[in-house]
């Protein structure tokens, strides 16, 4: 079966279908062919903000087919942590790329001016879009939304963040979904490309669709009736903050604290009770993970002036734990309203929230400790829980105001490295830290997973499991280990993470073979293991060097619980992971005369 790959050059404004069966044979779809392409297409040592540096979209094998089998994957070179860029979406891209015919859509070259890529099927088209530059994504979905009910259509969109290059900036995807974390908004940005709107119309077709038909029954039936994700319905990943609360691993005021006293009056439950109007679901699936907010902002304000009645206009905003935990309790913020309109601040301006928040923290410590003075801010004073400071800090940062905002747009690493305090600077292969202060995996996996994501093997989780219970160096490394190959497979057929738990190794061999593709549990694995290859591979090759990696301070003295951390047991853990990599043939360490060529 061939995958039929999309490419798009901005600076011709050009397109061609390049049909690579050999992709199909080794990695199925989703994140295995966006790692081979990764290593293609990226030329070693390109800056993330050349014309010549790709953007790579893949959608899963099984996306569009089986349950919760929504998630795209993009892959580019990342301005933060200047190697792998990683992210994965839910919402409607996915489909609408399968429906359209293609399984990767590959980006290359860049425009003098604002445009689209527009793409209905086979017709795909490089339009100017001055119009839209400068707007929020959820105006520019608003102004690409097709009036068509037929087919299936995705808009995704920078915002003002990625159109100034703030290296943290998302992509917004369908309003409410997203590409963050590590600046794919900014390679937008740097292409002037504003958007991409995708109307499929084809469909997937199916050798034998009865087989399908049972199998997708008998999954559909465990995602809606099993436990196993009730909770993402239910209150969403908000339900985490309290739970996190009572376990004493809850990050607050910057991890210097592990519970938050104030943490029910911006819990899940809370914001259910009185700010959630609605939830929606991926398409194909029946979970309906995304939790809305409303929130009442005002009316043309400028046309109330003097009137005793202000109107206002009620926006949604999609709220998870880790935008509550990063602009929340980490910024000591207590009123559930402040909070969301933190959250809206980021989304309408296309922010990655936990990099913000995780920045703002730094920036608060940074002035209480005189690093920083009024003369850098602007005249700001950041204050623990002061959302209105953090808001005009938020603008600045996008907008640049400064030598010292223009540093904050490039991450709290780099800010950290220009003005001290490093040791607060709470972040992991520089990717801002995840909400979970459980214990060593919480550590551990986010700064070993090829994208430092909490996502990438589920450290926080086994600390979980483990809780009061006796567990080796070697046995915390395998589980990360064997859970990071694994999940490379269910994202190469496009599983939400959430959906892990449901789609187990036989379950995945069984939904294989209904479509027709007879695989083993070993052969998947070996997949999923090549895949992480490819991944660090290309991150060695990019100067990236694990045992390199600083650690912030701030994690071993902060109680989980667990205890208090300890450095040498974390780098035990780290020698013993480099060491189990390498005998599977995977070298860690950037070779010399490629770091010299990479520093030319």
Known sequence: MPIRILYVNLSERSSRVVDRPDLFSKYLGGAGIASKLLLEEVRPGIDPFSPETPIIFAAGYMTGVFPCMVKAIAMFKSPLTKNLGESHSGGHFASALRFAGYDALVIHGASEHPIIIKIIDDEVKVKMADSLWGLSPLDVEKALRECSYEGMQSVISCGKAGENLVCYSNV???????????????????????????????????????????????????????????????????????????????????????????????????????????????????????????????????????????????????YNYEAMYALGNNLLIKDKRDLILLIYRCESLGLDAMMMGTVLAWVTEAFEEGRITLDETLGIKPAWGDAEAYIKIIDNTVE?????????????????????????????????????????????????????????????????????????????????????????????????????????????????????????????????????????????????????????????????????????????????????????????????????????
């Open 172 to 318: 917004i995807v369908d309003r409410f979904h997203h590409f963050g974390r590590l600046g794919l908004g900014a390679i937008f940005g740097s292409k002037k490309l504003k958007a991409i709107s995708i109307l499929g119309r084809k469909g997937i077709s199916l050798k034998n669709p009865l087989a399908v038909k049972e199998v997708y029954e008998k999954l559909h039936h465990k995602v809606v009736i099993s436990d196993e994700m009730s909770k993402y319905h239910n209150l969403g990943t908000s339900a985490n903050m309290l739970e996190l609360n009572e376990l004493g691993a809850l990050p607050t005021h910057n991890f210097k604290e592990s519970r938050f006293k104030d943490a029910e009056r911006i819990s899940g439950e809370t914001m259910a009770e009185s700010l959630l109007r609605r939830k929606i679901s991926c398409p194909g699936c029946p979970i309906a993970c995304i939790h809305l907010a409303g929130l009442k902002t005002s009316f043309a304000p400028e046309h109330e002036r003097g009137k005793k009645e202000i109107f206002h206009e009620e926006v949604l905003v999609p």
């Open 400 to 600: 640049m105001k400064n030598k010292f905002y223009a540093k904050l747009a490039q991450g709290v690493v780099a800010a950290s490295e220009k003005y001290g305090g490093r040791e607060y600077a709470m972040a992991l292969g520089n990717n801002g830290m995840a909400g979970y202060i459980t214990g060593y995996g919480a550590i551990l996996g986010p700064l070993v997973g090829a994208r430092h994501s909490h996502l990438s093997n589920s450290g926080y989780s086994i600390d979980q499991k483990i809780m009061n219970k006796p567990i080796s160096i070697e046995q915390m490394v395998d589980f990360l280990i064997d859970q990071e190959d694994w999940l490379y497979v269910l994202f190469s057929l496009g599983a939400c993470y959430f959906a892990r738990r449901i789609y187990s190794e036989e379950v995945v061999c069984e939904a294989l073979k209904a479509l027709g593709i007879d695989k083993t549990q070993d052969e998947l694995m070996k997949m999923g293991k090549e895949i992480f290859h490819n991944l660090y591979k290309f991150k060695v090759r990019e100067g990236f060097e694990l045992s390199e990696q600083n650690i912030p301070k701030r994690i071993f003295e902060v109680q989980t619980p667990h205890g208090k951390l300890e450095f040498e047991k974390i780098k035990s853990m780290i020698d013993y992971y480099i060491k189990k990599r390498e005998k599977e043939g995977l070298h860690l360490k950037p070779e010399e005369k490629a770091l010299k060529e990479l520093l030319k």
